[in-house]
């Protein structure tokens, strides 16, 4: 039990990050000396406040020594003082005396007490890490030694800047909103229940109604007290509210000037939006050339490292040409290169915790550390509710909130919401970057936007990254939040679908387009763009479209793109479509269209009855004969008809016999079949003219001559034939001996066969 007593006083004692102490002397005139005692000789200037001093009204100066601040004191007995430090402008408490903080009642309890009945064995790691939880710290082991690292406001022991990390740059990632809870339940004993299970409820309902409930659950480790249990769960709350920021950079030697768990400053020139640091080119008495112009403005403070490695601050008294500065005193033991930091009342590094050191290389350290609240302490223990301070010249951060885009008839509209005290004295500044082909570029900067809805038009493809900034009235910029989407007017997949006189198109539309874009279809009898035309535009999301009225096997070349006002995506690759040229489903087709109708119907019921209806209420003429016998009946007849019902015209011819004919006159009185139908089959004598296409399973006749400008075919009774694509040997000539190529000069290319 002594060395379990030991470890949790090593614990505690390893929680204080600066040492405080008060010692009192009696003197011989009776009165007590007290003497004040602040452990941080780091630390630049260390002030004492108390009830005897209007607490930050009057606060007293304490005489930096080697090993820290003091402050004498000289009172009656019987004094009672109540007091704390300010360092560097955090307020710190004696942590021996530490005050004691509200416990909900209206009354006052420790900050930290731990009632707490172990009756199992368990891992001791485990049992180190419940006690530090107490206290708002984690344990960690680094192979020889335990340290804890406290969360609560202490000194910064190292500054990185621009100027003193690899290649300048500092890279920032942020918590997830789903990590951010808005409600936590804590379990603790509640002494005023006879210790048994309570839960208290810490939510923050602004944030309830901004994003939904999202509720963590924790169980407060020796708590026996309702205010301890309830700032438990405001700690965590408060943590993930505020501290939701990480840092990573690397560096070289300087990796090892502070170890994980120490507050550092971070002066990023770029996040805020001025310059806050850099080298030091050269010193002469009290004027310091800086490596830089800095807008240093006089009374704020110019700090730097020392002989001893600590950071020193003395105040500007002017500026010289813009990289000049003039300081109050002659800085002692600032070397040439050394690093410098700028300190204001508004312009100061960023605190981070940092959180891990790793070595990547010899003598190069990456570096991981969380953003610090120091006010989180006060806002969690003394029920403060204020924001953040923001040591940058940019405005209120995490401000620019729910980011939406979305295709809209006017073009892409992109819309936020930004909460500021003063509206009326914001506006807004939007860089639209756009990414193609693998290169990102700037496209286009809005500036000084009144609303936070905003559309783009005009955009061509590519992908796109929306940076997002308040800007105040003297034109200070807000962290960017970014907001990415992709514009697409390709077309994709376009296909063809053959079918009798016409042909189908199909097509996928991109997913993100302007509704009011269109699609254009163009078309052309060869592979040659140059000759196309443009043959429909139709309305987005339009994905199919039938080219109808065509001929028997015609074939042409497609090319599909959207467009939208000024804005054309670029085109498909040319697709080839064809009509139908199966020669059955063609004669199907067309015998299909005769018997289709009603009228067609009612006139071959006209010349298939033996008696005339009579009945019949459209116009519609026959002529017919038939005969009768062995109860066999033979018609032979013509019919007429012609119908309007509603939007439908139609008109038919039908002739019905077993036998067709067309004969002309000859000598002799004899006549002469020009066109015949029997059985099934036609006969034609003379030539046939056509105009269009021939189709057909099988041809059975003698020769075949087709001539032209461009070539002749020539398919004789014995079986010689003769192709040639021009009169004047260009190209290709084919018989049955020879296959031959001509080049543009009329030469022999290619001869394959009997030499010619």
Known sequence: MKKFCALISVLLILAVHASADVSVKKLGDGNIEVTFFYGNPRAQEVVLAGDFTDWQNGALPMTKGEKGWTYVRIVP?????KYKFISDGNWTEDLREPDKVDDGFGGKEPRFTCNAWMTEQRQAYDVINDICSIFRAIPVWNGREFTVIQDRPADPVWTYTNANVEKGEF??????????HNEIHVE?????????????CVSDDDLIRRYGLNVKKVTAFGCTSRGQAYRTGRWILETEKLETRTVTFTVGAEGLMHVPGDIILVADNDYAGTQLGGRVLSVANKVVTLDREVPFKAGEQFLYYNQDAQVTGIKVIDVLDGNRIVLDKAPTGLTEYGVWLRHGEKVQPQLYRALSIKEE??????????????QKEAIVD???HFEPVSFSEVPDRY?????????????????????????STVKYQIKLYRTFDGNRTLYKVYDDLTNTNIAFTGLPDGDYTAEIRAKNGVGQLSEPVTKSFSVNFTIAELVTVSKLMGIDLNWRNPIFANTNAAIEIWV????????ARKLITLAYPTNSYSYTGLGVADSYYFWARMVSKDVAGKFTDPVKGETEKNATKIVDYIHGQIGKTALTKELIGELSSIA?????????QTIKTQAIGGGRTAIAGIALGASVEGQTVESSVIVMADKFAVVKNDKDDQVKPVFTIADDKVALNGDIAVKGDLIGNRFVGGEIDISGEDGELKVGRSGAFVLRSSEHNEGLYMDNQNIIIYDSKGRIALNIGKAK
């Open 188 to 200: 603790y004993a509640n002494a005023q229940n006879n210790y048994e299970k309570d839960v208290i």
């Open 612 to 620: 005339s209806t009579g009945e019949k209420l459209k116009s519609i």
């Open 77 to 81: 007995p019987g004094t009672v003082m």
């Open 171 to 180: 890279t920032y990632s942020y918590s997830a909103m789903k990590a951010r």
């Open 382 to 384: 003394s029920g403060a």
């Open 524 to 531: 052309s009898k060869d592979n040659n763009f140059a000759n």
């Open 399 to 423: 401000r620019i909130q729910n980011v939406d885009v979305a295709a809209t008839d006017d073009g892409i509209r992109l819309s936020f919401e930004y909460f500021a005290k003063n509206e």
């Open 361 to 374: 290389s010899k003598g190069k350290y990456t570096i991981t550390a969380l953003q610090h609240e120091p």
